[in-house]
């Protein structure tokens, strides 16, 4: 199974960048793409798709989010940070069988 | 506006089963592989397993193989996980989502519904 490592939290500023890792334990790239999306979630709801494919951004999603990387290493950026972006964030990859996630990176202020 | 609605979850002794239902609207929902993605009580997110547009292919995590069984009927818009042999690690809320779309690069988890809870417990 591929992993992905995630740092547990993150502790920010507000209207400040928040940056977020996601490390995976093998390529994830398929022919140039980057199998590897972003999610959000706050407690009681269901999560949100965010950022597929490395760096584009979801339907509806504010530009405040981006996301880079490739092969291994991916990054979920939020510049700046509202108070409404307070959730736990997780990466996922959907390049094999089983899909997996990070562990998610819950975002505080600091 | 993309909807899944899911139902079916409740509180069953380990050993028992249950069956979860999805019901989708607002998308042709031949057009997307479905799937199943659940999160134990204050953890994390884990896919459960995915099918794809007809229904001929299915794909399970290690843990759920030979105990549940995902199932699309596609002229109801409808998702169905069958869960035999419940175990009380299988105690999590499980989400309905769209999986990979026929027009999509890469499969991804665009839409999800509000979930169900599943408490197995004696």
């Known amino acids: 199974d591929i992993v992905l490592t995630q740092s547990p939290a993150l502790a920010v500023s507000l209207e400040q960048r928040a940056t977020i890792s996601c490390k995976t334990s093998?390529?994830?790239?398929?022919?140039?793409?980057?199998?590897m999306h972003w999610y959000q979630q706050k407690p009681g709801q269901q999560p949100k798709l965010l950022i597929y494919?490395?760096?584009n951004l979801a339907s509806g999603i504010p530009a405040r989010f981006s996301g880079s990387g490739s092969g291994t290493d991916f990054t979920l950026t939020i510049d700046p940070v509202e108070a409404d972006d307070i959730a736990t964030y997780y990466c996922q990859q959907s390049k094999d069988y089983p899909y997996t996630f990070g562990a998610g990176t819950k975002l505080e202020l600091k | 506006e993309v909807q899944l609605a899911e139902s079916g979850g409740g509180l069953v002794q380990p050993g028992r089963s249950l069956k979860l239902s999805c019901a989708a609207s607002g998308f042709t929902f031949s057009d997307y592989y479905m799937a199943w993605v659940r999160q134990a009580p204050t953890k994390g997110l884990e896919w459960v397993a995915s099918i794809s547009y007809d229904g001929g292919s299915t794909y399970y995590r290690d843990s759920v193989k030979g105990r549940f069984t995902i199932s699309r009927d596609n002229a109801k818009s409808s998702l169905y996980l069958q869960m035999d042999s419940l175990r009380s690690e299988d105690t999590a809320t499980y989400y309905c989502?769209?999986?990979?779309?026929?027009?999509?690069?890469?499969?991804?988890?665009?839409?999800w519904g509000q979930g169900t809870l599943v408490t197995v417990s004696s």
């Open positions: 989502t769209t999986d990979w779309g026929i027009a999509a690069i890469s499969p991804l988890f665009a839409y």
């Open positions: 494919e490395g760096s």
């Open positions: 093998q390529n994830v790239d398929n022919y140039g793409i980057s199998y």
